[in-house]
């Protein structure tokens, strides 16, 4: 009587959506029928009859049809009705609390094998959902099952596909500990593909990689290391630097590769590349630190044929330079011969001499300005030009040392201000500290809308600082309409 309900008109549908899930129970034989009646009603073509339907649902979710289900459920998802997604939401949500491991099965089973909206918005329910469930729910056993299942899913999936992946898996606690690390990262290692030669004319390639390092940096530590991504990244990245092709029209690709291998730098352990890395680092190092020009001694060098200063680029190979000189300190003095050696400390020294100029119109610009002073787009590029010149002088004084030292400390300039600061220095001035301050307000994924320029001073050295860019540090962009599907793209046109 009550299944024949869904033949009548509205009203008669929704009782029948309340009842069915009520009594199913008392009659056994007709358990698969109310269930399949139920289901007919989900997709009834008057959504309150549907709501009503799906917020029944659950009552079914016991035993052998648990999975079945989330499954239904999952595809639910596809719904453009707002109200009726956060119905099926709440729905799964409510599963969870029976079976955790069973809801997990449909919603996996729908994103290896369902639609592609499907798909994209199951991935979406766990980022966004897991992380409110208590722990009694998801068990260890539930989270070895979503790592299990996700590593299925990682065999092919998009880029924006894949950064939701991670956020799941670096949100299990099972993953939290230091093996549970090491296993992302190896899982990360193997979908930037670093036993493979990048191509820097493949824009899909340099972005997998690009996205693969931002998602795996957070997990390096003086336990989990990143050995593998720094010696990538000297071997096969930094030769081809400057013919990389850049994902998005507006990124310094160069810049953004030199800030991710100095991000990882201080936590690449000990191993039998370290030597050669380090000279490649070192070459590298030379490109960006020009010979002084005829004259420069007496400073009696025409504007014009001064070289260009890249501060932000001297920065990061300088720093992820020091951090793995640390591991062989005795590098300069053994590994590079005695004409090198001097031809890189006359460019240090040349280098030095212009920065302080820069560092000393830089504090006079902000001598005394506070609070929404600051707050200014060209004092804002003034700050951090400032902490880019502060570290980049505490570094070549590391070096110019004999034996060069590698004990000064310092906070990359993208990077919020640390509380300690850096080893041997001086109290921080209150224009460092206004640049401290203002570094605390930045986000950490910016948007990079727009290329600010650095107006320089006038007079000597003048015409390099203009090459000064503030490039922010962020993520990568997502929704530009463009793929990079790893191994096959799944065959369903899917982009990101």
Sequence with gaps: MILNGVKGGPKEKCLAAQFIPKFFRCFPELADAALNTQLDLCEDEDVSIRRQAIKELPQFAAGENLPRVADILTQLLQT????????VNGALLSIFKTDAKGTLGGLFTQILQGEDIVRERAIKFLSSKLKTLPEDIITKEAEDYIFTESKKVLEDVTGEEFVLLMQILSGLKSLKTVSGRQQLVELVADQAFLDQTLDPSDTDSVDRLLQCTRQVLPLFSKNVHSTRFVTHFCCNVLPSLSMLTSPVADLDIQLEVLKLLAEMSPFCGDHDKLESNLMILFGKLLEYMP????????GNVAVDKEPKLQFSCVECLLFSFHQLGKKKPDFLIHKVNTEQLKDFKIRLQYFARGLQVYIRQLRADLQGKTGDALKTEENKIKVVALKI???????IKDLFHNPPSYKSSICLSWKPV??????GQKRPSGEEIGAGAEMKTRSALPKRDAQQIYNPPSGKYSATISNFRFEEHGGFHRGRGRGWGFQGNRGRGRTY
Excluded: M, R, W
């Design 80 to 87: 453009d009705d707002a109200a009726e997604f956060n119905q």
């Design 389 to 395: 010149t502060n570290n980049i002088s505490v570094l």
């Design 418 to 423: 640390q509380k300690t600061e850096a080893t």
């Design 291 to 298: 010979v002084p020009p005829e004259g420069a001694d007496n």
